[in-house]
C-alpha cells in the first residue's frame, strides 16, 4: 500500500494485522459501542464488532532521502508483555526488501515513541548480539522520550525493551536526540502529539501543497477518533492524551491532510471530516 503527497512516497509494510483481542488497549470499545459506527467496517471493524489492527512501519521517501517510521516488533525479542509477541519470526525484511527497500538502503529511522511496538526491527539477532538493522541509518529519538524511559525503573519489560532493541543503537553511535518539534528536511517535521508518551510525536508531511500526517500512537484506531474519549490503557496520561486527540482532530477536519494510522488497518489513511457532533475517517 502507498501514497503520494507531492514529491513523498509513503509505503506501508506490515509485520502483523490480528481481528479481536485489541481489549486489553481499548477496553471501552466493546461490540456494542463499536456496531453503531458503521464507518468503521469493513477496514477497520468486522460485522461482529471486533476491531481490526495493525502493526506496520511506514517507509517515507522524500527528494534524497529513505526514511522508516516505527520499525514494529521484531523478531526473535522476548519479555514482552504480550505473549504472541515474544520469539516472532515474520518475514518483514524480505517484505521490505521485496518492496525495494533493502535495510541497507535505509538512511534514517523515526521512532515516534520507545514502546514495544515501535522500535522492535531497530536491532536484529546476529550471532548471539543484538545489531542495528539499519546500519547505515541514524536513529531518530525524542529528548524527551529518551529521557524519561532511562529514568524509568517501575518498568520491568520497557527495560527489556531498551536493553534490546533502543541500547544497541545507542552503543553503536546511531542515535540523535532530538526536539518535539525537529524538521527532518524541507518536506518532513515533528509534532508534538503528547499523552500517550511523555514525549509522543507525530510526523507532518508537506510537500507541493499536498500534506499528511502520521499518527503514531495518539489514536490507536479509527474508534477514538469517533469517540476522542476513549484513552488506551497504554496512555501514560490519559487526560493530556484525550486533550491531544480533541486537538488534532479538530485541526485536522479543516484542512485536507492525508491522515496515515500507524496501526489502522485496511484502508489505513483517509481524511478527518465532521460527522455530527464528532468526527469520521473518510477513506
Known sequence: MKW???????????????????????PQATYEEILPIAWLRPHFADERGRLRMSIH??????????????????????????PTWNNLQTPFLADLAAAGFPRESIDTVLCTH?????????????????????????????KTEFAHWQGER?????????????????DAGLVDLVETDHRLCDEISLVPTLGH???????????????????????HHPCQIAHPEWSSTADSDPAQAQATRERMLAELSGRPTLVIGT?????????????????????
Open 154 to 170: 517501575d518498568r520491568e519489560d520497557m527495560q527489556t525493551v531498551l536493553a534490546d532493541s533502543v541500547a544497541p543503537v545507542a
Open 197 to 219: 508518551t511523555p514525549g509522543h510525536v507525530s510526523v507532518r508531511i508537506s510537500s507541493q501543497g499536498e500534506e499528511a500526517l502520521i499518527t503514531g500512537d495518539f489514536m
Open 263 to 283: 496501526h489502522f488497518a485496511g484502508a489505513t489513511a483517509g481524511r478527518i471530516v465532521k460527522d455530527g457532533d464528532a468526527y469520521r475517517l473518510d477513506v
Open 4 to 26: 503520494r503527497i507531492g514529491a513523498v512516497t509513503v509505503t506501508k509494510i506490515v509485520e502483523m494485522e490480528v481481528t479481536g483481542g485489541s481489549r486489553f488497549i481499548l
Open 57 to 82: 512501519a511506514l517507509v517515507v521517501e522524500a527528494p534524497g532521502r529513505r526514511i522508516v517510521v516505527d520499525t514494529c516488533l521484531g523478531n526473535d525479542k522476548e519479555g514482552r508483555r504480550i
Open 114 to 142: 520507545l514502546h514495544v511496538d515501535h522500535v522492535g526491527w531497530n536491532t536484529m539477532r546476529d550471532a548471539g548480539k543484538w545489531v542495528p538493522t539499519f546500519p547505515r541509518a541514524r536513529y531518530l529519538m525524542g
